[in-house]
């Protein structure tokens, strides 16, 4: 007779929940979910053994356990710390918390450009979202952000380093999921650069998902580069015949043209099916795909506004008190 496993209680934000033992603080707030789920940008739980990088997600925990109710001394990586029975942890309603995560925002956006306009990503990009939420106005710093020399990785993909986090989701991609791993992170400290060892491309099957893991616009599709922008695409589930992967994918189109393909992912914008380099690369043609109707976008993003509902209430869409209720006159 198998045992009945005891669950771990947790309560994050005042929100309790139950979950296995294991079980890290951020994906107990993902099974809570809404706004205390702590923002992601290196930990991607499909890949194995992601996470303890960016200092985003950090969290206080005001309780270590009901056994020890101690508070933990320092903000903790939620990504990276499991929970214990009766912890309780502030995400939303942590000043400390906040203060956190403005400061890591600065920091990784130090060196990060700030060429949204021209960046392939907008749209769709982690770090300016977490820009928007809790960025400065204005840089505090002084000196030149790090460059790089551009390096060709091959035909499909784009590396554009300057714009890289170091967050590792594409070398976990590349030693996960391909045969070989042709790029990783050379050097240390400052001077850390993802690379390939002597200037080799990407080729590999599967390897084209280091695209949709990349939470910046370091890594993009040199196949769709620069063809529209992505909020004024349709993304639309499709399936395909193949024989390398399940064939489910997102067609993203302009009119009939299919501008560029990706994988399905969820409302944490992770990963639900690996696609191989021939669907994303190869088959830019609705010959090859069957439509099976809009993809809607879960995460919160420029390209979820609108495209298929007229937002019904815009005080809860802008989660801000002060804001007036449109009325269909106002917007005419
Ligand atoms: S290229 Fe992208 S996925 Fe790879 S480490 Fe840099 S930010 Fe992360
Ligand atoms: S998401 Fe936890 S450290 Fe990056």
């Not at 809570?32 to 702590?38: C, D, E, L, M």
Request: hydrophobic share 30%; charged share 30%.
């Amino acid at each position: 007779m198998s045992e009945e496993v005891k669950k771990f209680k947790i309560t994050i934000d005042g929100q309790t929940t139950e979950v296995l033992p294991g079980t890290s603080i951020l994906e107990a707030a993902r099974q809570i979910g809404g706004k205390s789920v702590p923002p992601a940008m290196c930990y991607y739980k499909p890949l194995e053994s992601s996470g303890g990088r960016c200092r985003t997600c950090l969290v206080e925990v005001s309780k270590g356990s009901d056994a020890d109710s101690r508070p933990m001394p320092k903000l903790v990586a939620s990504c990276r710390t499991s929970v214990m029975d009766g912890m309780e942890v502030k995400n939303l309603t942590s000043e400390k918390t906040q203060e956190a995560r403005k400061a890591v925002t600065e920091f990784l956006l130090i060196n990060h450009p700030l060429d949204c306009p021209i960046c392939d990503q907008a749209g769709e990009c982690h770090l300016q979202d977490l820009g928007y939420e809790h960025g400065l106005e204005r840089t505090r710093t002084e000196f030149e952000r790090r460059t790089f020399e551009p390096e060709d990785i091959g035909p499909n993909i784009k590396l554009n380093m300057n714009r890289c986090i170091l967050c590792a989701r594409c070398v976990l991609v590349a030693n996960q999921l391909t045969e070989n791993r042709e790029h990783g992170i050379l050097f240390r400290g400052e001077h850390a650069e993802i690379s390939t060892n002597l200037n080799k491309a990407l080729e590999n099957d599967f390897i084209g998902n280091v695209i949709d893991v990349c939470p910046v616009g370091a890594l993009t599709d040199r196949t769709a580069r620069f063809a529209s922008r992505v909020w004024f695409t349709k993304p639309m589930n499709a399936t395909c015949e193949c024989s390398k992967c399940a064939g489910k994918a997102v067609v993203w189109m302009k009119g009939e043209e299919v501008i560029r393909v990706t994988a399905r992912k969820d409302q944490y914008d992770e990963v639900q099916d690996w696609i191989c380099d021939d669907c994303r690369f190869h088959k830019k043609d609705l010959k090859y795909w069957t439509i099976e109707g809009p993809r809607h976008i879960d995460r919160h993003s420029v390209i979820s506004l609108n495209h298929y509902e007229k937002p019904k209430n815009m005080i809860s869409l802008l989660d801000n008190p002060d804001a007036k209720e449109l009325s269909d006159k106002d917007e005419k």
